[in-house]
């Protein structure tokens, strides 16, 4: 494998690997609060939908992010009503997130756009388009460094530069703000952040809320920057993958970010199957490249669920003592 090869699966994983980061750290700050969500696949799902939708309609793929955003904020609103407000089983909840999107989104295709459940393609200003960065071109010459940068670094849309810049942004806000030591005091011990006078109930709402606006990010990526459209069940269980990536992570970002970029490069090589077999010397069948991050999701969650420690609160609704 030539270096120029291993640029472009690297690029890929970048990538594919974009949507992942974002709906870990949705996960991360939801479940640092104390509140578990496995509707982080659901989440995304509509947001690919409504925001390829309103991409479509408007011709503006910005409006198209809002809209997206907007989808995903409603359906955590929904989960922070059942959990929160009103105590209910999270697992549950998150479960019904998800059929309600899988079924949602498919019959509100047929019935706008009558596809079969996709919407139309998207193209112009309905689609992010790629990023150079400054200099990229001129240094693309350049042995190893400059290739790096101009086919690596540069050429990705701005939601790719945005999720990479979430990482170091929530370690901060975690871990040197004020709001970020009381949210992970919430999910390790609410009765002590209540006695203290801060709102328990507003705090994990805060964390659905970003949680949904990063689960929309992710979903309309997926729809106007990697691919140009919507289509049935277009996720392929992303959502879950970042759970077992956040479960890897251990509920950290840098962790998450790299757990990510695992996954994305499993995903990156499944769509180079020339190349793998060039290196081991024999062929493998594409289904088993293409099963490889699911299988790597189920040893994860198999191996690592009973080492990694989650916030000791979390799954569980929080009564405040009279």
């Known amino acids: 494998m030539d270096f120029n090869t291993f640029l472009q699966i690297l690029d890929a994983t970048v990538r594919l690997a974009t949507p992942l980061l974002l709906a870990c750290l949705a996960g991360l ?4 609060a104390g509140i578990f969500d496995i509707g982080l696949e659901g989440k995304m799902l509509a947001a690919a939908f409504i925001s390829a939708a309103a991409a479509f309609v408007t011709g503006s793929v910005w409006l198209g992010l809002l809209a997206g955003i907007g989808a995903s904020m409603l359906l955590s609103i929904v989960h922070g009503m059942a959990s929160i407000t009103f105590r209910g089983n999270q697992l549950i909840s998150g479960v019904a997130i998800n059929f309600l999107a899988a079924g949602l989104t498919v019959v509100l295709a047929i019935n706008w756009f009558g596809q079969g459940g996709r919407t139309p393609q998207l193209s112009g200003g309905g689609r992010l388009t790629p990023i150079d960065l400054p200099f990229a071109q001129a240094v693309a010459d350049v042995p190893i460094i400059g290739q790096i940068y101009a086919e690596l670094i540069s050429g990705h849309t ?8 979430f990482v170091p942004f929530t370690w901060w806000l975690l871990n040197r703000t004020r709001f970020g030591l009381r949210l992970r005091a919430v999910g390790e011990n609410p009765a002590a952040v209540d006695t203290a006078g801060v709102s328990v109930i507003g705090l994990r709402y805060a964390a659905v809320a970003i949680c949904g ?30 759970l077992a990536a956040l479960i890897f992570a251990k509920w950290r970002p840098w962790h998450a970010l790299g757990a ?3 996954f994305g490069f499993l995903q990156a090589i499944s769509l180079r199957p020339d190349v793998i077999e060039a290196v081991l ?8 490249l293409d099963a490889l991050p699911y299988i790597l999701t189920v040893v994860i ?12 609160a979390g799954g569980a609704p929080y009564v405040k003592e009279r």
């Open 29 to 32: 700050y939801s479940e640092r």
């Open 158 to 165: 701005i939601l790719v530069y945005l999720a990479l810049a």
């Open 301 to 312: 969650l198999a191996g690592f669920v009973g080492r990694a420690v989650p916030p000791r």
């Open 260 to 262: 990510t970029l695992l």
């Open 281 to 288: 010397g024999f062929k493998i069948q594409i289904q088993l």
């Open 213 to 242: 606006v990063l689960c929309g990010i992710a979903g309309a990526y997926l729809a106007t920057a990697l691919q140009a459209g919507f289509t049935k069940d277009m996720s392929a269980g992303r959502g879950f993958i970042a």
